[in-house]
């Protein structure tokens, strides 16, 4: 039985960041990779680091292999960013959980006063529909899965290309479905980013965290008086697991 399939998206850039963690406000992007396509045909790149201005987590490394040195002499986010944005234009962005890489761009875009906003194709959304028996639907899995390679892992522009390919396999795969019509799971939807609202750090937060600071002879990246809230709890928490909560 032949499905009806709307036509796939030809026109997209397929975005992917590597980041010192997960929050949009309070973590820096570290490297950018994108990858356009026009009519089905990949023409153009845009990939490079960005130095985040701070120590890169050891845990970030572990999983990325950005360390401090690589991005020593990268230009910073509002140059990085700006290229970025150009490249973008308002052309949908496509990724594997795309809303992850929306929300940083358009929190730095809001950052250097910028409004950004575009639709998006999300492959991890349209992989939970048309592939619901898997038992992981993460890139790699599905990389795995479509024979898909792209190295390095867990770097911005080769998953990028890995996204822009895993979504034609996923396309081919809805084609030769005889179960349903999959065609609108292809096209750009709506993302909302709502930006969240720096709170400052409190003064309950600032002598508990200067005395942590003291106790332990921790240094911080930031200074404690631009801190946010969020930031606050986030230092806390990681010196509190690191060295425990006694005083003496």
Same mark, same amino acid.
């Given at each position: 039985?032949?499905?009806?399939?709307?036509?796939?998206?030809?026109?997209?850039?397929?975005?992917?960041?590597?980041?010192?963690?997960?929050?949009?406000?309070?973590?820096?992007?570290?490297?950018?990779?994108?990858?356009?396509?026009?009519?089905?045909?990949?023409?153009?790149?845009?990939?490079?680091?960005?130095?985040?201005?701070?120590?890169?987590?050891?845990?970030?490394?572990? *999983?990325?292999? *950005?360390?401090?040195?690589?991005?020593?002499?990268?230009?910073?986010?509002?140059?990085?960013?700006?290229?970025?944005?150009?490249?973008?234009?308002?052309?949908?962005?496509?990724?594997?959980?795309?809303?992850?890489?929306?929300?940083?761009?358009?929190?730095?875009?809001?950052?250097?006063?910028?409004?950004?906003?575009?639709?998006?194709?999300?492959?991890?959304?349209?992989?939970?529909?048309?592939?619901?028996?898997?038992?992981?639907?993460?890139?790699?899995?599905?990389?795995?899965?479509?024979?898909?390679?792209?190295?390095?892992?867990?770097?911005?522009?080769?998953?990028?290309?890995?996204?822009?390919?895993?979504?034609?396999?996923?396309?081919?795969?809805?084609?030769?479905?005889?179960?349903?019509?999959?065609?609108?799971?292809?096209?750009?939807?709506?993302?909302?980013?709502?930006?969240?609202?720096?709170?400052?750090?409190?003064?309950?937060?600032?002598?508990?965290?200067?005395?942590?600071?003291?106790?332990?002879?921790?240094?911080?990246?930031?200074?404690?008086?631009?801190?946010?809230?969020?930031?606050?709890?986030?230092?806390?928490?990681?010196?509190?697991?690191?060295?425990?909560?006694?005083?003496?």
């Amino acid at each position: 039985m032949e499905q009806a399939m709307t036509d796939k998206v030809l026109d997209y850039v397929a975005l992917d960041l590597e980041t010192t963690g997960l929050s949009p406000r309070d973590d820096r992007i570290i490297e950018i990779g994108a990858v356009k396509y026009i009519g089905g045909v990949r023409t153009d790149s845009f990939a490079c680091f960005v130095n985040p201005d701070i120590h890169i987590p050891e845990r970030i490394t572990e *999983i990325t292999g *950005i360390d401090d040195s690589m991005v020593s002499h990268a230009e910073y986010i509002d140059t990085a960013l700006a290229g970025l944005l150009d490249f973008l234009g308002d052309m949908p962005v496509l990724g594997h959980n795309v809303a992850f890489d929306y929300g940083f761009v358009c929190q730095k875009a809001l950052d250097m006063k910028i409004k950004y906003h575009t639709t998006g194709i999300d492959t991890h959304r349209i992989s939970r529909i048309l592939l619901a028996g898997l038992e992981s639907r993460s890139l790699e899995s599905l990389c795995s899965y479509y024979n898909i390679v792209e190295e390095p892992r867990h770097r911005a522009f080769s998953d990028a290309a890995a996204a822009a390919r895993l979504y034609e396999c996923l396309y081919s795969e809805a084609q030769r479905s005889e179960a349903q019509d999959y065609g609108s799971l292809f096209m750009p939807m709506d993302i909302v980013y709502t930006a969240k609202k720096d709170t400052p750090i409190t003064p309950k937060q600032t002598a508990f965290l200067e005395s942590l600071i003291k106790q332990h002879g921790v240094a911080l990246d930031k200074k404690i008086e631009s801190l946010t809230k969020s930031q606050a709890s986030r230092e806390i928490d990681k010196i509190l697991s690191t060295y425990g909560r006694s005083f003496q």
